[in-house]
């Protein structure tokens, strides 16, 4: 059997998007490490595939978070020289809303708080430079040339990639059952045998049942769902030709992604279809009801904003998102078990800072100053 009742410095439960950085950086450190999962490395079932995920240095919602994306930026960059394949799609972002919303608002205080350059075009002037684009007369946007989107199946394969490369070891449908400190460590049980190591680290996304109490308790799973339609005019949404965008009208949060892989032109609502009770029990296939929004709220939203964008549809898809009660993530060491180290809660933003998540966590594991901010991520704040 792989590895048996082998010991090691780390283990890793969960090799997802956040936890195959984690097995990355750590054996970047010469640690040993174990990285186990309970599907294929990468799997399509937890929170980490497809063709895209936004990466966006305007973070209207936070500026706090604009070092963190930088960073990400960096590492992102020298993975991909390491690994030899585009992992991060330059295309800028766009946000956008009515006049005076906290959208463009948020996105013009972050660019002139980090001094990142940046447009403030009208809905006209968008749509003269982004010819895919036809919002309503009365929004406005920030255009940021520095963002786009990375491919995220493709950065798991990466970071597992270069971690092998490490001697790092990871195990596929291999599931954690059970985990305790012990006096010296952790000790781990699988379906298939027991591993001890030094220090833990916990990455099981939507899996809260892994975490300790207080950290799960903290965790709610949604479903969501995307859509991909087939443009009319192609080349208006090529990488080329359309940034990524998000788009805020009221309460309600649209975001996408030009035409990429298989998935077509990307347009989403942000939006909890429901929460999900199990993930384990997660169906992906679409419902009536799913299929039913595709077609209606989806496709006439993408049609009405982006009228040569969706002539018809070609995807949905359905997907976990974990989300905390404060949308920030928890990243730390557990205050009364240190040898045990949680990245979880990553509100449907994480991906983009998946290279920098799996970095922090290698910093708490060798004790390593952190190049930003971990205070945010602390779970003493709830
Ligand atoms: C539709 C959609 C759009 C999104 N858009 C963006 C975006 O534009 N930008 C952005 O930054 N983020 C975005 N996100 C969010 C981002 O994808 C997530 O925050 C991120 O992927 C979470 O990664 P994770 O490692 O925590 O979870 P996962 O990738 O789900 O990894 C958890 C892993 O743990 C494993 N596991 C669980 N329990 C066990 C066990 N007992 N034993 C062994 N293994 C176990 C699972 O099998 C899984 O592989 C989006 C998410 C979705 C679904």
Not at 345 to 353: A, I
Request: aromatic content about 10%; proline content about 6%; hydrophobic content about 35%.
């Amino acid at each position: 059997m792989e590895g048996s009742d082998k010991a090691y410095d780390v283990i890793v439960v969960g090799v997802g998007g956040i936890g195959s950085a984690a097995v990355y950086h750590l054996s970047q450190r010469g640690l040993d490490v174990l990285g186990l999962d309970q599907y294929s490395i990468p799997n399509s079932v937890g929170s980490s595939h497809g063709d895209s995920r936004l990466i966006r240095l305007t973070n209207y919602e936070d500026p706090e978070y604009v070092p963190h994306v930088r960073r990400s930026i960096d590492l992102w960059e020298s993975l991909e020289e390491e690994y030899g394949e585009q992992l991060l799609f330059r295309t800028g972002t766009v946000d956008a809303g009515p006049e005076g919303s906290e959208t463009v608002e948020g996105a013009i205080t972050a660019c002139e708080e980090y001094d990142l350059p940046y447009e403030h075009l009208s809905a006209a002037e968008l749509s003269e430079q982004f010819p895919g684009f036809r919002l309503p007369s009365d929004f406005e946007a920030v255009h940021q040339p520095d963002g786009g989107f990375i491919h995220p199946t493709r950065c798991v394969q990466a970071h597992v990639a270069g971690a092998h490369d490490n001697g790092a070891e990871t195990h596929a449908h291999e599931t954690v059952v059970e985990w305790d400190t012990t006096d010296d460590g952790v000790r781990v049980q699988t379906d298939l045998t027991t591993y001890e190591a030094d220090q833990l680290v916990l990455t099981a996304g939507a899996w809260k049942d892994v975490f300790p109490e207080r950290v799960a308790e903290k965790l709610t799973p949604w479903r969501v769902i995307v859509g991909g339609f087939q443009p009319e005019s192609p080349e208006k949404f090529t990488p080329d030709a359309l940034p990524v965008f998000s788009i805020n009208e009221g309460d309600q949060g649209y975001y996408g992604a030009p035409a990429a892989g298989t998935s077509g032109f990307k347009f989403g609502l942000v939006d909890n279809l429901e929460d999900v009770a199990d993930p384990s029990d997660f169906d992906p296939r679409p419902t009536e009801k799913e299929k039913e929004r595709l077609r209606t709220v989806l496709y006439d939203k993408a049609r009405e904003y982006f009228p040569e964008g969706a002539r018809s549809t070609k995807r949905l898809k359905t997907c976990m998102v974990t989300h905390t009660p404060d949308q920030d993530f928890i990243v730390d060491s557990l205050p009364d078990r240190p040898q045990v180290k949680v990245g979880a809660g990553f509100s449907g933003k994480g991906f983009k800072f998946s290279g920098l998540m799996g970095e922090l966590l290698a910093d708490l594991v060798t004790e390593e100053a952190s190049k930003v901010d971990l205070e945010i991520f602390e779970m003493d704040r709830f």
